[in-house]
């Protein structure tokens, strides 16, 4: 089968075309998936740029949507012909986190996605959403379950709530849709004037740009009525943490997700303190709330943005695309 391979040195111009063996019939308990798509993240970019390191030979991707050809004795949630969609823990099923690395994560720890056949524990995907195509799919498995833990699971998000998203990457975007789904305002700030548009026309209330706008915290907590937002999805880490702290309510909720400007720095811990608010870092999510995920998604409609689709062979072009960050939401690769 065909599939794209890191080789060392590891870097965007040794991601190989590899034939590698079929992965053959599924045994008890697995299930067997063509692949037909995935979308690409932030961490895919650092493992596939070697800036976090993998193994030599390691398939990348931590997303894969396809569709089931067999499954194994025992298995009974799945049947040949579903369309199913990998999880980013496939070892965290239920329950509170119980894992903090990547050992485990496809397209990391372990072999990823970006292949034709996977025989995998049925247990390592979800059925996916309603109507989906495989792109569509791969996307909820890091972006889009993300966006949901850190609104729905933790954050709680009801009606008439309001949200700080940062920037139009593949979480903010799953982001936007997901609270304007739920009836909250949302306010996202962009490098770019052009996708501020393009996220007013999905429903974001208040766009503000972030280069234009240093202060773009007050700037937030002025259009909240001076009151602060309920919820930010914190995707920008040590250089924008200052100012969604000073965004934020008083009892307000902030999900530490991301490292776009850095993985360490300064925190201003006094005016957290004053904003008794939550800071709350997570990982993705489990398999349980991926199906709770799925459940809303078929309820509501929502249909993910994916910018460009790159098919695999060109995934190292998808890659210096995003790291051109001129995509809105989503990049898609498909085979
Ligand atoms: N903890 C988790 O579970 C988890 C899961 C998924 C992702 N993440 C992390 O979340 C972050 C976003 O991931 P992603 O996959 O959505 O990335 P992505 O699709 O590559 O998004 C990148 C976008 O982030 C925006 N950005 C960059 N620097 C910014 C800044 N200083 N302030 C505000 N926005 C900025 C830019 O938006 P504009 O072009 O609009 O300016 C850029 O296009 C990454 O750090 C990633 O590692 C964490």
Redesign the pocket.
């Known amino acids: 089968m065909k599939a794209m391979v890191l080789k060392a040195p590891i870097g965007l111009d040794h991601l190989t075309l590899e034939d590698r063996p079929d992965p053959g019939a599924p045994g008890a308990g697995e299930i067997r998936v063509a692949l037909h798509g995935s979308s690409l993240?932030?961490?895919d970019?650092g493992i596939a740029t070697g800036r976090m390191p993998t193994a030599d030979g390691r398939i990348p991707l931590a997303d894969g949507g396809g569709i089931v050809e067999a499954v194994g004795e025992r298995v009974t949630e799945f049947a040949p012909g579903d369309s199913v969609v990998s999880c980013f823990f496939p070892d965290w099923q239920d329950g509170s986190a119980t894992i903090g690395d990547f050992s485990r994560t496809p397209g990391d720890g372990i072999d990823g996605f970006a292949c034709e056949f996977v025989v995998l524990p049925a247990s390592a995907f979800t059925h996916a959403p309603k109507g989906y195509d495989a792109v569509e799919a791969a996307t909820i498995t890091?972006?889009g379950l993300?966006a949901w833990r850190a609104l729905v699971v933790d954050g709680k998000l009801k009606a008439g709530d309001s949200v700080l998203l940062?920037?139009?990457?593949?979480?903010?975007i799953w982001a936007l849709q997901i609270a304007k789904a739920m009836g909250a305002t949302v306010a996202i700030?962009?490098?770019?004037d052009e996708?501020l548009e393009r996220a007013k026309r999905i429903g974001a209330d208040f766009t503000l740009n972030?280069r234009e706008h240093s202060e773009w915290g007050k700037a937030v907590r002025d259009w909240s009525d001076g009151r602060g937002v309920d919820h930010v999805v914190e995707?920008?880490?040590p250089?924008?943490l200052a100012q969604s702290i000073e965004a934020v309510r008083v009892g307000g909720h902030i999900s530490l997700?991301?490292?776009?400007?850095g993985a360490a720095g300064q925190v201003p811990t006094a005016a957290l303190m004053a904003k008794q608010a939550r800071l709350q870092g997570?990982?993705?999510g489990s398999r349980r709330e991926q199906q709770a995920f799925v459940r809303a998604l078929d309820a509501t409609g929502i249909r993910p943005v994916v910018d460009r689709r790159f098919p695999l062979e060109a995934l190292g072009d998808a890659f210096r695309y995003?790291m051109g960050?001129g995509?809105f939401g989503?990049i898609g690769v498909e085979w």
């Open positions: 993240n932030f961490h970019l890091t972006a993300t940062l920037g139009t990457g593949g979480v903010s700030t962009s490098s770019s996708k972030y995707v920008g880490g250089g924008t997700i991301g490292v776009l400007t997570l990982i993705v995003e960050a995509h989503k």
